[in-house]
């Protein structure tokens, strides 16, 4: 069992940049896929990016490819999304998740194939 937590949100201009990090404070995280998904109010949760457990498979919502990377640095128990190029329609809430089973190398895009999620951390791009 893990229990994700996020960090990295914050204000930023449209352009900027801005690297959110996910940990967990329970558990081995390393062990686990890990998804970033993202939600404004009134809309559902969005599929963002996720990665495998391993680190070497990864998929991107085709609204963030070429400007979001995922990535995880296993010793220090951490995943990131690096997110770049942003604009006004990237502001949300972002969660990491993580699914039940640990080891797997599926990098999943659905809410309900995750079942350890993080608080969330506020990300707004001013335009």
């Known amino acids: 069992q893990v229990q994700p937590v996020e960090s990295g949100g914050g204000l930023v201009q449209a352009g900027g940049s801005l690297k959110l990090s996910c940990a967990s404070s329970?558990?081995?995280?390393?062990?686990?896929?890990v998804g970033w998904f993202r939600q404004t109010p009134g809309k559902e949760r969005e599929f963002v990016a996720a990665i495998s457990w391993t680190g070497g498979s990864t998929n991107y919502a085709d609204s963030v490819k070429g400007r979001f990377t995922i990535s995880r640095d296993n010793p220090k128990n951490t995943v990131y999304l690096q997110m770049n190029s942003l604009n006004a329609e990237d502001t949300a809430v972002y969660y990491c998740?993580?699914?039940?089973?640990?080891?797997?190398?599926?990098?999943?895009?659905?809410?309900?194939?995750?079942?350890?999620w993080g608080q969330g951390t506020q990300v707004t791009v001013s335009s």
């Open positions: 329970v558990g081995t995280f390393s062990h686990y896929a």
């Open positions: 998740a993580a699914p039940r089973r640990a080891f797997t190398s599926a990098q999943g895009m659905g809410v309900p194939e995750y079942d350890y």
